[in-house]
C-alpha cells in the first residue's frame, strides 16, 4: 500500500473482513492461516493481524463455557496470553510501519500528538470486523426467536455505523499526519505482567528467591 490515505483504511477493512471470512470457513481455532499476500508487505501483516484477533475471539468464546474443565481453562488462559502479546506486537510492527512511511514529513509548527496512534485504530478496526461479522450471524439465525433477531439486527446498524465513522477517523489522521498537521510517537506497551523480570509473581518464583 502507498500514502493513498483517503484508500488505506477502506482497504484495511477489506482485507480485516477478509480474514474474518477465511477464519470461519474452518471455524478452528487451530486451523493455519491461509494469508494471500506476500510476506514482508502491509497486506500481509494486517491479513495475519486479523487471524490472531479471530483465533483470541472464539479461545474467549470457549473459555467461558461453563462446563470447560478447570485445567483446559488454564491452559486456554495462558494461550490467550500469549496471544495477547502477539497482538500487541503486531500492532508496534504496524506503527513502525506508519513511522517509516511519514519519516519525511516535518511536522508543522502547532502541529499536535492524537490520543491513539494509527495501528491502535487499525485494532479497533481488525475487532469491529469480527463484531459485524458475529452480530451479522446472530441477525441471520433460524433457531433464534424474532425478538433476539431485531435486538441484534439493531446492534448491527450502530456497527455499521461505527464502521463508516472509524474508517473515515483513520483516514483523517492519516491524512493529518501525512500534512503534517499530526505527529506520531510509537510507544512500546512494555507489558509488564508477561516480563519475568517485572511481575513479581514471577521473579518471586526464581530458584534463589
Known amino acids: 500500500m502507498t500514502k493513498d490515505t483517503n484508500s488505506f483504511a477502506q482497504k484495511s477493512y477489506d482485507i480485516f473482513a477478509a480474514s474474518t471470512d477465511a477464519y470461519h470457513v474452518s471455524d478452528h481455532v487451530d486451523a493455519p492461516c491461509p494469508n494471500p499476500y506476500a510476506e514482508g508487505t502491509i497486506e500481509n501483516i494486517l491479513f495475519a493481524k486479523n487471524w490472531v484477533d ?123 499526519i501525512a500534512a503534517g498537521r499530526k505527529y506520531m510517537k510509537v510507544y512500546r506497551q512494555m507489558k509488564m505482567y508477561n516480563d519475568p523480570d517485572t511481575n513479581p509473581v514471577l521473579y518471586a518464583a526464581k530458584p534463589g528467591k
Not at 490467550?80 to 508543522?108: C, G, H, P, W
Not at 487499525?122 to 426467536?145: C, F, G, P, T
Open 54 to 176: 479471530a483465533v483470541q475471539w472464539h479461545l474467549e468464546d470457549i473459555i467461558r463455557d461453563p462446563e470447560i474443565d478447570p485445567v483446559e481453562a488454564l491452559a486456554l488462559k495462558r494461550r490467550i496470553d500469549r496471544s495477547n502479546q502477539v497482538r500487541t506486537d503486531m500492532v508496534e510492527e504496524l506503527d513502525t510501519y506508519f513511522r517509516n512511511l511519514y519519516a519525511d514529513v516535518k511536522a508543522a509548527p502547532g502541529a499536535t500528538i492524537n490520543t491513539e496512534s494509527p495501528a491502535w485504530a487499525l485494532d479497533r478496526l481488525s475487532i469491529l470486523a469480527l463484531k459485524i461479522y458475529h452480530m451479522q450471524a446472530e441477525v441471520d439465525r433460524a433457531d433464534a426467536e424474532q425478538a433476539h433477531r431485531g435486538k441484534c439486527a439493531a446492534k448491527l446498524a450502530v456497527l455499521t455505523e461505527q464502521r463508516t465513522d472509524l474508517i473515515t477517523a483513520i483516514g483523517q489522521l492519516l491524512d493529518d
